[in-house]
Structure formats: structure tokens, C-alpha cells
């Protein structure tokens, strides 16, 4: 049986999330943070983020989750390192589970900005284990046992859980990942932040499936990455044309560039540059119009997961 909703689309207000390796200033993508103080991170589809259309308008997305079938399972945002951010990894479901913690964190990134000689550290070198990573740690090392990824605009790249990683500056990533904050920082440069090391060797993995993907051409769009927790897609409308978006799981479409609208039955919401426009799932199809040449990506969960 096909499960509907009476909830039409709606969008979110970004979160700022104040990082130490984050910039003041996000322009072009935004104005104003409502802080003076350096923002790492936009949490598009967080929990804590303020409904700006339809009828819960003014209410966190996390009140009304029972409305929308429960949590939603994609946390989605904009990262704008000025600077590296630590060496982490995050844990899988079962690992996360045995913790005490909801689920793992298993995400990805898409290149929406990288300047010339920008990178990301993506799992680590041959050979290396959790002893010789502690000892790397001890002794300042930790990122030389690291695999340096250079990233350009349009790059998108798959971050399993267990993965050792770190973002470099130069960029700015449009991450999709699983609703999850369990992170456990293995080194930071000597910035005075807790570590959790013992921790983060605990769910490390040697070998992982980490790296860039390759993108598809589908019909209608492109498709960036495709894996168990989520599918990401992007579409480009040219102006005055419309195009049927079919929502199979919970997702949101992201706004990149232009203008453009998303309609339902009896109801249309704006899609806004750097704002998520949240699609309940058993919506169905929806009708996007471009006023403008518009550009989005469909973040989309699994049903089952």
C-alpha cells in the first residue's frame, strides 16, 4: 500500500553551527548568519531548524516529527572550513548502537566550490594500523598516514562510517548523511579541543569504500552517488520549463542557483538558494517550474531504512 501525507512540502531555515575552522562571512550563500562569531557548518534539515512556509511555519523541524512519520533521516547541510577541520571517523549503525548512540554516520560530499590545490583527507595509507596511527598521533604525525584526495567543483565523494578523514579549506561541500552527530576526533593540530581517540581507533577501519564517485546520466538528471542510506541527484531546469521530480523515499530538494517553484496539489513553495525544501514522504511526484534557469539537488532516503 502506497503511504500519503497531508503535509505539503515546506522549507527550513538554515542552523549556523559556530566552528573554529569556519568562516565569518558566507557569502554568496548567505547574507547573514545572525552571528559574529566563525560558522563551520549551515545544518539544512537539522532538527533545531525553523520552518519558514506552510502550516508549521515558526515551529523546529524536530517538533512535529510523529506528523511526518518520525525522524527525518537525512542530515543535510553546507560546510565552510576556513581551515582543517580534525582528523574523525564516525561509527557504523552497530558500532554507534553498542555506544548507547541512535544510529552510525555514514555521509557524503559534493563539490559545490574548491579552489585550486583544495583536498580532503579520505581514509588512511597502506599498511597503517591503529598502533601506528596512535603513535602518529603522540608524536604530531597523524596526517601523514592519510590519503589526500584533490577535490574540484563537481567532485563528489563517499564517506563510509569508519572512515579516517579530514576536510581541508578551499572548499565548500554540500554533505548529505545520515541523521547522526557521533563524531570522535582522533587529532586536531593542537587546537585545545577534546579528543576521543581511544574511541575512534575502536571503530577505525584499515580498508573502506571510501573515494570519489562517478556520476550518472538518468533520465532527466544526474545522479552523484547512490548508496544504502541515501541517494543524491541533481537537476538543472532552464527557464520556463517544468519538470516532474519523483519522491519515492524522505528527502528534500537544495536549491543551488537560480529560481524556481515547487508545486503539489493546492499548494507551492520557493526554492531559495542554500535552503532545503523538506518533500514528506508518500508526496509522490512533484511539479518543479523555473522561473529562471534553476539549479537543485534531490537528497533522498530509502524507505526501508
Sequence with gaps: MTMTTSIAPFRLKPWFSERVWGKRDLRPWYDNT??????????????QCL????????????????????????????????????????????????????????????????????????GLKDDVDAAKFRAAVADGTAEDLLQQVPVSTGDMLFVDAGTVHAIGPGVVLLETQQTSDVTY?????????????????????????????????????????????????????????????????????????????????GSSVELVPGRAVVIPVGTGSILVEAATGTSFVRCQAPTMV
Excluded at 525522524?71 to 565552510?80: A, N, R, S
Excluded at 572550513?81 to 571517523?89: A, F
Excluded at 562517478?214 to 517544468?242: C, H, M, W
Design 34 to 47: 545572525g552571528t559574529t562569531e566563525l560558522v563551520g557548518e549551515a545544518w539544512l534539515t537539522g532538527p
Design 51 to 122: 520552518v519558514e512556509t506552510g502550516d508549521f511555519a515558526g515551529r523546529e523541524f524536530q517538533s512535529f516529527a510523529p506528523e511526518l512519520g518520525g525522524e527525518f533521516p537525512l542530515l543535510v547541510k553546507l560546510l565552510f572550513p576556513n581551515e582543517k577541520l580534525s582528523v574523525q571517523v564516525h561509527p557504523d549503525d552497530a558500532e554507534a548502537r553498542a555506544m548507547g548512540e541512535v544510529r552510525g554516520k555514514t555521509e557524503c560530499w559534493y563539490a559545490l566550490e574548491a579552489e585550486p590545490g583544495a583536498y580532503v583527507s579520505l
Design 185 to 265: 576526533r582522533l587529532y586536531d593540530y593542537g587546537r585545545p579541543r577534546e579528543l576521543h581517540l581511544e574511541k575512534g581507533l575502536a571503530v577505525m577501519k584499515t580498508k573502506t569504500a571510501a573515494g570519489k564517485v562517478a556520476p550518472k546520466q538518468i533520465n532527466g538528471f544526474t545522479r552523484l552517488i547512490e548508496q544504502k542510506y541515501f541517494a543524491v541527484d541533481r537537476f538543472e531546469v532552464a527557464a520556463g520549463v517544468s519538470t516532474t521530480v519523483k519522491m519515492e523515499g524522505p528527502g528534500c530538494l537544495v536549491s543551488l542557483s537560480g529560481t524556481g517553484t515547487v508545486k503539489t496539489a
